[in-house]
């Protein structure tokens, strides 16, 4: 089957640092993008960064720039996001997904992760 798969999420005291896999199976990302969204309770999902099929191109929302960073190894078939300085905001579930076309802000991608749950507390 065609699946996506998130790990690395847990709990992490506000300030830590947490970095999140998103590994395909059945399929290759080569020529897909690759994006992470968010769903805190209560909230919608929101896209929180996207990476593009090269690698070379990337963006952030405006509330995670600078903390975080997505990067991919097509060799591993793997897409990472690194987070640093964690707040308590960035609290909820995280999914990758997956798109032919370049990066796009809906939620309409072809892939989608069952989802890594991050929490920061003290």
């Known amino acids: 089957q065609l699946q996506l798969v998130e790990s690395g999420g847990g709990l992490v005291q506000p300030g830590g640092s947490l970095r999140l896999s998103c590994a395909a199976s059945?399929?290759?990302?080569?020529?897909?993008?690759i994006a992470w969204f968010r769903q805190a309770p209560g909230k919608e999902r929101e896209r929180v960064s996207c990476i593009k099929s090269s690698g070379g191109s990337t963006n952030y929302a405006d509330s995670v720039k600078g903390r975080f960073a997505i990067s991919r190894d097509n060799a591993k078939n793997t897409v990472y996001l690194q987070m640093n300085s964690l707040k308590p905001e960035d609290t909820g579930v995280y999914s990758c997904a997956a798109t032919r076309r370049p990066c796009i802000g809906t939620l309409l991608y072809d892939y989608w992760g069952q989802g890594t749950q991050v929490t920061v507390s003290s």
């Open positions: 059945g399929f290759t990302l080569d020529y897909y993008a």
